[in-house]
């Protein structure tokens, strides 16, 4: 068994953003796991934004931005103030949307679903540079 991490940075912006980044995990993949069989774990070391596993293209990833902004407004209810205004309902988002996803792996390719999507969810328009830890065990 070996286990393999790679980091990649990315821009999301100064908008709430549902990035994909299945792209990113396959080519991970296919170097770190050419034909095999194991795990792979998404993580974005910050605490606001999470990984969400939806389908992308067809407006899922914008009604995931829309719901949170109705779960979470940006208004002054937030006691965590630093920041925009509104800024403390991102410091929440990582309790609805994990930092983190581990999904399986067969023969070296992700195993999800048809319309499934990896994808960095991102409502903090302060911090627009991301990280993402992909690490595969297998």
Request: net charge negative.
């Amino acid at each position: 068994m070996a286990f393999t991490t790679l980091t990649f940075e990315l821009t999301t912006g100064s908008r709430e953003a549902a990035v994909d980044i299945t792209d990113r995990c396959d080519d991970f993949l296919r170097e770190a796991a050419p034909g095999r069989d194991g795990l792979l774990n998404v993580f974005v070391p910050h605490a606001t934004a999470g990984v969400a596993v939806i389908e992308t293209g067809a407006g899922s990833d914008q009604d995931l931005l829309a719901l949170l902004r109705d779960l979470l407004p940006a208004d002054d209810r937030w006691r965590h103030r630093h920041g925009s205004p509104g800024h403390g309902r991102d410091h929440v988002l990582p309790g609805l949307v994990a930092p983190h996803a581990t999904l399986p792996v067969v023969g070296g390719r992700m195993a999800l679903g048809t319309w499934q999507s990896v994808v960095l969810v991102d409502t903090n328009g302060d911090n627009p540079r991301r990280t993402v830890r992909l690490s595969f065990l297998g």
